[in-house]
């Protein structure tokens, strides 16, 4: 028997590297922790988790075909926990950045029911913020 007791990372596969870069560290506050520019990744730091990105054109990226597009994208979503989450204080954050967002609405996750808000990172992924 195995026990899962959290998400250890997530990778997604990303057009622009630095345009990600940009969100998720300059807008979701996830500093860049390691770069393997050999095989195209960055590891980005998301509390005790990473978000990686690789890069289509890098040797792991390539392995997956077409990128992120309108006609499909790498996942649907990835739940991200806020530290002192003030939905209100979130969407000031997400204005003063110019990143759009669905106001707070309420879904079930991990915790239970909670006020999440919703938007996208630059190659249409889903993100969900929540406290």
Same mark, same amino acid.
């Given at each position: 028997m195995i026990t899962v007791t959290g998400i250890d990372h997530v990778v997604l596969r990303v057009r622009d590297a630095e345009a990600s870069i940009a969100f998720y560290n300059g807008v979701l506050g996830c500093p860049v922790e390691r770069r =393997? &520019?050999?095989? *195209? /990744?960055?590891? @980005? !730091? %998301?509390?005790?988790? @990473?978000?990686? /990105?690789?890069? /289509?054109?890098?040797?792991? $990226?390539? !392995? $997956? $075909? %077409? *990128?992120?597009? &309108? &006609? *499909? !994208? =790498? @996942?649907?979503?990835?739940? @991200? !926990? /806020? %530290?002192?989450?003030d939905p209100e204080r979130v969407m000031a954050h997400l204005d003063a950045h110019g990143v759009a967002y669905d106001p707070p609405d309420s879904r079930y996750g991990a915790g239970g029911e909670a006020a999440t808000i919703t938007l996208r990172d630059p190659d249409g992924n889903g993100i969900e913020l929540r406290g």
């Open positions: =393997n &520019e050999a095989i *195209g /990744l960055i590891h @980005l !730091r %998301a509390g005790d988790s @990473l978000i990686d /990105l690789v890069t /289509l054109d890098g040797k792991l $990226g390539a !392995r $997956g $075909g %077409a *990128g992120p597009g &309108e &006609e *499909g !994208r =790498n @996942l649907d979503h990835v739940c @991200l !926990r /806020l %530290a002192d989450y």
